[in-house]
């Protein structure tokens, strides 16, 4: 219930509407119904008795006050008519609810997705991507047909307790007990609606934990592959799809159940009430069909209603889960402090930079400066903090205690985006998107056009192998980039960084997989770069080390000048 109550908090005006909807639906459907009423008066020549029973009455004075005849043909034609109007109403009900499921998906879709884009780096770090994938895959969609099946619930119990009014009007003992009856069955199996829930909550968490080991495994399949060690993780997926087929068996199970137990129950009572009624209270049969209608009906919806409700029960556990992800994504947004417009005209300086992980000290007293239109260079053993470095510079990571600065301003009171706009930055792994490579430079920036992706591959060597492409800057890539060599996707993650026109780039070993022809290539290009921009680099090569003018070796939490040359005249 809480959940169905927290639907319709969250999405207040789409849950009006859709109720709106489903309740004119049923309201004419009821209608369609009821106009049988006096049809079955007439059929059985009992129009005399049914006069006094309520509907049927009612029915026959309205069709006489607009001038129709009560007559058999006439009675089937609104009959069929009802039919055609209610096929109508359902139609643009129905439309209503798909248009609101889709809506409620993609607003939970959006929410997980701007949460998290805009979590602190550490936090986002820690997400595995599948889950994530799974998130906003499978859990935005089963909440949002969960949002179906509350609307549902509601609208049915709505109708149970109107049908129940009019019922009470005419028998209120007949009503009472069914009414009792109803509830005590709906207690009784609500066994079944818990088992349910019990099924669609493992569902949700084995879905999380196969997604992101499948990601996993698929991201290094080749390695697993060339070793033949694939089988090991088929082998765990192999066990995780079949908890999941143990859970999902369980589940349709006790819908199953759910829907076979119910019928026969409501046989059985429509018959003793049948029973009672004529033999025993000794109503007429008019009347006593109209109540049989009205009965069945009432128990049928609450019938219904528990059916939807365990609907509900299978897929709640996603959007809690979907919401649970999103609000701790939210708890650890990006605290941008600052609001300042940066400049990089002087240069960036890190003074008495104290930075840990935990308990683990990476730096405790760093101090680099990196004036304008300059190439430092950084190098040191592996896991001596490197790209912490470079975290610390594009303002992913904040200092325990130091300060960064920028043209003189602390970079804590600096507007971290727009400092960000200004960086062109080059990741340790080069993963591209299945995609062509202009959209890899470009990503979606719409200011850019194919004029600077061209430019900014020419900057980084890479125009040439592009050009010979069959499709040029529209070929495709492939998955993470894998049509191309580990130097060409280097060379594109360059000219990535560069399509913006940065001020400051950031490399974090950029020719890694180059051969010693493309870094001097490479090189030569920063060089010619560091004219006009400002250039740090992490990277062990000689050939980067020899084309920097400055060099720092970080170790023990410090970084150590090493050379000052400069190239400024090469
Ligand atoms: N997000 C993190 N949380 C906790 N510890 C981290 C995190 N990122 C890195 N570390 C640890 O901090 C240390 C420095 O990592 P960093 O990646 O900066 O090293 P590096 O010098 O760039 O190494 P390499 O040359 O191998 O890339 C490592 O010991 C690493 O295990």
């Avoid at 889950?131 to 969960?146: K, P």
Wanted: charged share 15%; proline share 3%.
């Amino acid at each position: 219930m809480h959940t169905l109550f927290t639907y319709i908090m969250v999405f207040p005006r789409r849950s009006a509407l859709v109720l709106v909807a489903l309740l004119i639906a049923s309201i004419a459907e009821g209608l369609s119904l009821t106009a049988l009423m006096p049809l079955l008066s007439i059929v059985i020549g009992d129009s005399g008795e049914s006069g006094n029973s309520g509907i049927g009455a009612f029915m026959e004075t309205a069709l006489k006050d607009v001038g129709i005849e009560p007559a058999l043909v006439t009675i089937l034609i609104i009959f069929v008519g009802g039919l055609f109007f209610k096929g109508m109403v359902l139609l643009l009900a129905s439309r209503q609810v798909g248009y609101t499921v889709a809506h409620v998906a993609t607003v939970l879709r959006l929410d997980l997705i701007e949460a998290l884009l805009a979590s602190r780096w550490q936090y986002y770090l820690r997400q595995p991507a599948g889950a994530l994938a799974n998130s906003v895959a499978t859990e935005a969609h089963r909440a949002a047909i969960g949002f179906e099946h509350s609307a549902n619930v509601l609208s049915l119990a709505i109708q149970a307790l109107v049908y129940a009014i009019v019922a009470l009007f005419i028998s209120w003992e007949a009503t009472l007990t069914s009414l009792i009856i109803g509830l005590f069955l709906f207690i009784a199996l609500n066994r079944l609606v818990r088992a349910t829930r019990r099924a669609g909550t493992k569902q949700t968490y084995l879905l999380r934990d196969l997604l992101t080991y499948l990601s996993d495994v698929l991201s290094s399949v080749k390695s697993l592959k060339a070793m033949a060690r694939d089988n090991v993780a088929d082998a765990i997926l192999h066990e995780q799809t079949q908890h999941l087929e143990k859970a999902t068996r369980r589940e349709v199970m006790n819908r199953a159940a759910l829907t076979e137990m119910q019928e026969p129950i409501l046989t059985a009572l429509t018959a003793s009430g049948l029973y009672l009624a004529l033999v025993v209270w000794q109503l007429p049969l008019s009347e006593v069909l109209l109540m049989v209608f009205l009965l069945t009906r009432i128990l049928g919806l609450m019938n219904r209603t528990q059916r939807s409700y365990q609907h509900l029960a299978v897929q709640e556990s996603a959007y809690w889960a979907l919401r649970k992800s999103a609000e701790d994504a939210r708890a650890a947004a990006e605290k941008s402090t600052g609001t300042l417009r940066p400049t990089l005209q002087k240069g960036i300086t890190l003074q008495h930079v104290k930075f840990n992980y935990g308990q683990k000290i990476i730096f405790k007293d760093l101090n680099i400066e990196i004036p304008i239109k300059s190439f430092t260079a950084v190098m040191g053993p592996s896991g001596a903090g490197k790209s912490t470095l470079l975290d610390l510079l594009c303002g992913m990571a904040e200092p325990q205690s130091g300060e960064i600065q920028i043209d003189g301003i602390s970079l804590h009171d600096i507007n971290l985006r727009q400092w960000r706009h200004m960086i062109g930055y080059v990741s340790q792994d080069t993963i591209l998107l299945h995609d062509t490579v202009m959209s890899n430079i470009l990503v979606g920036e719409h200011a850019l056009t194919a004029a600077d992706a061209e430019r900014s591959l020419r900057q980084a060597g890479a125009w040439d192998f592009v050009s010979s492409l069959p499709e040029g800057l529209q070929s495709i890539v492939g998955e993470r980039g894998g049509l191309l060599s580990g130097g060409q996707r280097q060379r594109i993650a360059i000219a990535r960084a560069l399509a913006h026109n940065p001020s400051f780039l950031i490399l974090d070993e950029p020719t890694s997989a180059l051969d010693p022809e493309s870094e001097q290539a490479i090189c030569k290009t920063l060089r010619k770069l560091a004219k006009d921009l400002t250039i740090i680099v992490v990277s062990h090569q000689p050939a980067v080390i020899n084309a920097a003018d400055r060099v720092f070796i970080i170790s023990n939490g410090e970084a150590e000048p090493l050379l000052q040359i400069s190239h400024r005249q090469s």
